[in-house]
């Protein structure tokens, strides 16, 4: 059974509206994370939250908004989608967050395609 | 700034033989940690192995070991015996701050074949 799961695996947006992608994670893990993977780009971090307290943020849009209701969730609120936001969103978490984070699991990602 | 570079695109093997795939990293930390991640043709992200900045030997896990060069900025993965599940896009990735931040490279795709 997938530890991290994330919902939907698949999702078709049109242009301006929003969506949430939704992270739980069952490895009893204090820290998680979002990142997007794009054609060509490297996998991109966005978000990391530890203690469901936000850590770091390198998103440049405030379209972007993580949400943490539970330690062991963190969804991703998307606003004003753009074609450029489609992408494969991979939601991820570790032991613990800072320097020492060790391995990162991850989710099997959310596939969003904004047309 | 950080970076991570991975150079080579695409590698293809024959199966049963070792491969290397290349990847350098800048960073000014003294202090840092190197990651190999695979993700496999569905799309699954899964840890491979770790070298830490300060340890001077290379990490090894299974059939996966590490080429650590710190002088230049290198961290090797070596993978012997190949199998064709090896078949795959290997990332490399770096993390030095303390905000669980990492930063990956574009990746290597190794084909191994029968």
């Known amino acids: 059974d997938p530890k991290i799961i994330q919902k939907p695996k698949y999702l078709v947006a049109v242009t301006g509206s929003e969506k949430i992608l939704i992270c739980e994670q069952y490895?009893?893990?204090?820290?998680m994370y979002w990142y997007r993977q794009s054609a060509k780009k490297p996998l991109e971090f966005m978000f990391s939250?530890?203690?469901?307290?936000?850590?770091d943020n390198q998103t440049a849009s405030s379209r972007f908004q993580p949400q943490s209701s539970k330690k062991n969730h963190l969804d991703l609120q998307i606003t004003a989608l753009k074609p450029d936001d489609s992408a494969t969103y991979f939601c991820?978490?570790?032991?613990?967050?800072?320097?020492?984070?060790?391995?990162?699991?991850f989710g099997e990602g959310s596939k969003l395609t904004v047309l | 700034a950080q970076k991570v570079t991975q150079t080579q695109t695409s590698i293809s093997v024959v199966e049963k033989t070792t491969v290397t795939m290349d990847c350098v990293y800048e960073?000014?930390?003294?202090?840092?940690?190197l990651f190999w991640y695979k993700q496999t043709a569905s799309g699954e992200i899964v840890f491979l192995i770790r070298?830490?900045?300060?340890?001077?030997e290379n990490a090894t896990v299974g059939h996966y070991s590490l080429n650590f060069q710190k002088p230049k900025s290198s961290i090797g993965l070596i993978i012997t015996a190949t199998q064709i599940e090896d078949s795959a896009v290997y990332f490399c990735?770096?993390?030095?701050?303390?905000?669980?931040?990492?930063?990956f490279g574009l990746g290597t795709t190794l084909q191994v074949q029968p």
């Open positions: 991820a978490s570790s032991q613990d967050g800072g320097r020492d984070t060790g391995q990162l699991y």
């Open positions: 490895l009893g893990h204090n820290a």
């Open positions: 939250y530890s203690y469901q307290k936000l850590m």
């Open positions: 960073t000014r930390d003294s202090s840092y940690f």
């Open positions: 070298q830490d900045s300060y340890k001077k």
């Open positions: 990735a770096l993390i030095t701050g303390n905000t669980g931040k990492l930063i």
